[in-house]
């Protein structure tokens, strides 16, 4: 794991100013690779092209920045597979220079190019400099488990894992994308390939940039993991076969590194199947950890309910002796980790739980560098609740408009229902269809001054969410899997983790076991009555009854109360500061926040992404 950037100009005045402040671009990203730090000039060419190294595997080499012959390359992240490309390419590793996974990287690419990055199964960022082709190439993973932020402009081209190191490279990050706040305020973050700031994007997952020293010019191309089988998705039988097998494999090939493997264990079914799994059935030798909330401020059923979680890790760890550890998450100390959260963040994000995961991975990273978590496995077996109502909206789109106005002022009983019918447009589209269930403002009343500018529905429909629709629950979890888990999670845990120079691993994002729960049809793997059953019966000889059949929880912080309390005041001077952007619309703004501090109206999702928002605005 890294930190990486790199930087051409066309002015070699511009170059020289980069290279005087090198010390500043490397140690923007010390969070990131606190080991070693390597950079590589080439002054006649105007380049410099650096990593800063979190060494995880053969941790006393110091290999990046990787160069052989006319190729350099530096690389954030893990690549699992390896060892097998090590000998189904026959490549003679008495050549590398290490034992670090990265090494393979050149040798792949000399002798399949741009395209060996299809043959890798893994997490990565890479760069590459070809200098016979005088061209940059940058890789991001297919399932956008590492970031990487570019910057370009008739005269500039430089890219870096975090804002902040292009910042240091001398990229004026100012405000200036309306585009990506009409996003933002509609999913509750910026979708690559969009940032805030002019001239500054996200590598999308799955893709490759290639950048040309002669003329400035950019492309992009998809890339897919090529080496994939087919899979039976017919018999029952074989599809859990199938299943069991692929997770196995995938939690086997994340246990490199020369570190202990420690695991996240929230108390739900994906974390703690992941901990049983690795002891009952791989012999793994484990510690678990959990967040245990300190709210003892609240009421006693308040303080149950924001830590059933906890408790039920704790009886679970007994039952199968592992180690558990809890990570107490200090509230007195909410602001300080809300300022600190949100600068490592960089960009705006409407999650409440950046605070707890923020604060628990600090924790963490004093145990280890590596933790196991059982993220993604909602987005691909099915976990959340509104894949199942989505089936109400078949029906409601096709009654006459006074009807579903009607029905939008009933009372339901499920929140989430309720949210759906008072947004549903009349709009019979996958697009809005996905927006009624996910939009955090209603998409016709965002709190942007103009609203008559509409910039969203370009971007998403071009880039995630297809024109064709059919009422079928797997087109909501593809875009669920493609556009919040890969473009939005992805990104938000890997900020809060690497802060701290945790790295964490995920065994549902597996370039193989994702193909194949991703092209399973919703009725082989979840139910509204049982949801995920693929994992349950795939496993049922070691999970506990409790365990399957236990409610699906999540893990919500009370932030309602840090909006109303502790971060009040944090609250108010940002809104204030806030007012400087014409752009929004302030009144809307102080309306949403006031009816929800004075419990006139729940808008905490609404609330958070205002203050976050105005957080990094700050």
Not at 170 to 176: A, I, Q, R
Not at 355 to 380: H, P
Not at 538 to 567: H, M
Request: net charge positive; aromatic share 16%.
């Amino acid at each position: 794991m890294c930190g990486i950037y790199g930087y051409f100009t066309n002015k070699s005045d511009y170059f020289n100013k980069i290279n005087n402040n090198l010390n500043n671009i490397k140690n923007a990203l010390n969070h990131r690779g606190p080991d070693q730090s390597n950079v590589i000039i080439l002054k006649e060419k105007n380049i410099l092209i650096g990593n800063n190294r979190l060494a995880i595997v053969d941790k006393n080499s110091n290999p990046q920045p990787y160069r052989y012959q006319n190729l350099i390359c530096v690389f954030n992240g893990e690549i699992y597979n390896y060892k097998d490309l090590i000998n189904s390419e026959n490549i003679n590793s008495n050549e590398f220079k290490s034992n670090s996974d990265g090494e393979i990287i050149l040798f792949l690419y000399q002798k399949y190019g741009k395209k060996f990055v299809e043959k890798l199964n893994g997490m990565f960022a890479i760069a590459i400099i070809d200098l016979n082709k005088e061209k940059f190439y940058l890789f991001r993973d297919t399932l956008g488990q590492k970031p990487i932020y570019y910057y370009y402009d008739q005269n500039t081209f430089c890219f870096a894992s975090e804002l902040r190191s292009l910042k240091e490279m001398g990229v004026e990050l100012n405000f200036s994308n309306e585009e990506s706040i009409q996003n933002y305020f509609l999913l509750g973050y910026i979708p690559a390939p969009l940032t805030m700031y002019q001239n500054t994007y996200k590598l999308k997952s799955g893709e490759v940039l290639e950048f040309n020293f002669k003329d400035s010019r950019i492309s992009k191309f998809e890339f897919t993991y090529k080496n994939l089988r087919d899979y039976d998705y017919k018999d029952n039988k074989v599809i859990k076969k199938t299943f069991r097998e692929l997770l196995l494999k995938s939690i086997e090939l994340r246990q490199i590194g020369d570190y202990k493997i420690n695991y996240a264990m929230s108390g739900g079914l994906d974390s703690t199947s992941l901990a049983i799994i690795s002891k009952e059935i791989l012999n793994y030798d484990i510690d678990t950890f959990t967040i245990k909330n300190d709210v003892n401020f609240l009421t006693e059923e308040e303080n149950n309910k924001f830590n059933e979680d906890y408790y039920y890790a704790n009886l679970i760890s007994k039952k199968f002796k592992i180690r558990n550890t809890p990570i107490i998450i200090d509230f007195n100390k909410v602001l300080n980790n809300f300022i600190e959260s949100s600068n490592s963040l960089e960009e705006p994000n409407y999650s409440f739980q950046n605070i707890s995961q923020y604060m628990f991975f600090k924790e963490v990273s004093k145990y280890s560098r590596i933790m196991i978590t059982g993220d993604g496995a909602d987005e691909l077996i099915g976990g959340y609740n509104f894949f199942f109502l989505d089936k109400y909206y078949k029906y409601f789109s096709s009654l006459p408009n006074y009807l579903k106005y009607i029905i939008s002022k009933f009372h339901f009983n499920n929140k989430r229902l309720k949210n759906f019918f008072e947004k549903a447009s009349e709009k019979n589209n996958l697009f809005f269809r996905y927006l009624n269930w996910h939009s955090i403002f209603k998409y016709s009343n965002l709190p942007l001054k103009d609203k008559n500018k509409i910039y969203f529905s370009e971007l998403l429909s071009k880039n995630y969410i297809s024109d064709k629709y059919n009422f079928k629950t797997e087109e909501l979890l593809n875009i669920e899997f493609n556009l919040w888990l890969k473009e939005h999670y992805c990104l938000f845990v890997d900020k809060l983790s690497m802060a701290h120079s945790l790295e964490l691993r995920f065994p549902f994002l597996d370039q193989e076991l994702s193909h194949f729960l991703i092209n399973l049809e919703i009725k082989n793997k979840s139910s509204k009555n049982n949801r995920k059953f693929l994992l349950k019966q795939s496993f049922e000889d070691v999970l506990p009854k409790e365990l399957i059949d236990r409610r699906k929880l999540g893990l919500l912080p009370p932030a309602s109360n840090w909006v109303r309390g502790k971060l009040n005041n944090r609250l108010k001077n940002n809104l204030e500061n806030l007012k400087q952007y014409k752009l929004f619309d302030h009144h809307l703004i102080n309306m949403v926040v006031n009816d929800h501090v004075k419990k006139k109206e729940y808008n905490l999702a609404k609330v958070w992404s205002i203050f976050s928002l105005s957080e990094i605005l700050r």
